[in-house]
């Protein structure tokens, strides 16, 4: 398990390389869900969405004599990016094995990144079992997405940000894919302030870590089937989970027209162009699923790579 020292060490290894994002109140969304609630934009952030965080501070601690032959990561998108982004930085190349059904504005920008884009499967785990393949083959250091202590401490610095602009924070939720965002958060937030609430949200369709956590171990799902893709896993990880059983206070459940709705909302009032998996924290308020009223909220709005074509349906549905 990551520590609250591992994440205050991510903080000053990535500050150079990430925006530290604004925690901005919302009277609009404060009105509709009947919480004060104070949005954390990520999807303004380096690649457009948190992943930076944990994969510069892999990234930068890599041995030089170990990543010689470059970093290699599974990816639905938002994470190919951000290695691609801490690769070039650092001089490593890197490769990005996506699914088959990758969005094309996600690959258009790994590729963009300098990256080599290898397609393989559609769930999670096939990705991962391909990345590790390839890393034997060609001699590259291997990046998880989100199974990783590295990317995990990364991804909490967003905590520590949360806690340093609202101290008197009562509640943060947080998107749950594999767990490796919402298990950094909930270590920097439980470790600093043990009574701040913390809730994931993941979509009904892809609820591996909410029936995990009623199971009490980890459950693997035969499929997925949800427009949020990058959440679209099949098990939650193995260092991710314990984190979340330990510090986590509950995983609600969003439906597909919650997002829906969440990602039209997001951007005709609060002007912010979600993917619909950074719109799930909205959809959990605006669908009255957080269970506390007159509270302050932190809601983590953890990307915005949307394929504009797909936006452009939801908003016509709208």
């Not at 969005?103 to 559609?122: C, D, M, N, Q, R």
């Not at 924070?169 to 490796?180: K, S, T």
């Not at 199971?215 to 427009?227: D, P, R």
């Not at 509270?295 to 016509?316: F, H, P, T, Y």
């Amino acid at each position: 398990m990551i520590s609250l020292q591992d994440i205050r060490e991510a903080e000053g290894r990535v500050a150079e390389v990430i925006n530290r994002t604004c925690l901005d109140h919302s009277a609009t969304f404060s009105r509709l869900s009947g919480n004060q609630v104070y949005l954390k934009p990520e999807n303004l952030q380096k690649t457009g969405a948190f992943k930076i965080r944990g994969a510069a501070n892999h990234v930068l601690q890599l041995d030089p004599r170990k990543a010689r032959g470059g970093v290699i990561t599974p990816s639905s998108g938002n994470h190919g990016q951000a290695v691609a982004y801490a690769a070039s930085l650092a001089g490593y190349p890197a490769v990005v094995v996506v699914p088959e059904d990758a969005s094309p504005a996600k690959v258009a920008a790994i590729k963009g990144y300098g990256a080599e884009v290898v397609f393989y499967g559609t769930t999670s785990l096939e990705r991962i079992e391909k990345a590790r393949e390839l890393a034997r083959e060609r001699g590259m250091a291997f990046v998880h997405s989100f199974d990783d202590p590295w990317v995990m401490a990364g991804q909490g610095t967003i905590g520590l940000e949360i806690l340093e602009d609202l101290p008197d924070v009562d509640a943060v939720l947080v998107p749950v894919g594999g767990g490796g965002l919402i298990s950094g958060i909930a270590t920097a937030i439980k470790e600093s302030r043990p009574k701040v609430l913390v809730f994931g949200v993941e979509p009904a369709g892809s609820n591996s870590m909410y029936l995990s956590c009623r199971a009490g171990k980890a459950t693997e799902l035969k499929g997925v089937n949800t427009i949020a893709d990058g959440l679209r896993t099949s098990r939650p990880g193995e260092l991710t989970f314990p984190v979340v059983q330990k510090y986590v206070d509950d995983i609600l459940l969003v439906s597909e027209e919650e997002i829906k709705t969440a990602l039209v909302t997001l951007l005709e009032r609060g002007k912010l162009l979600a993917e619909p998996s950074g719109a799930v924290t909205v959809a959990a308020l605006l669908a009255g699923k957080v269970p506390l009223r007159e509270k302050k909220v932190a809601a983590v709005i953890s990307g915005g790579n949307v394929d504009l074509k797909l936006a452009a349906e939801l908003i016509g549905e709208a």
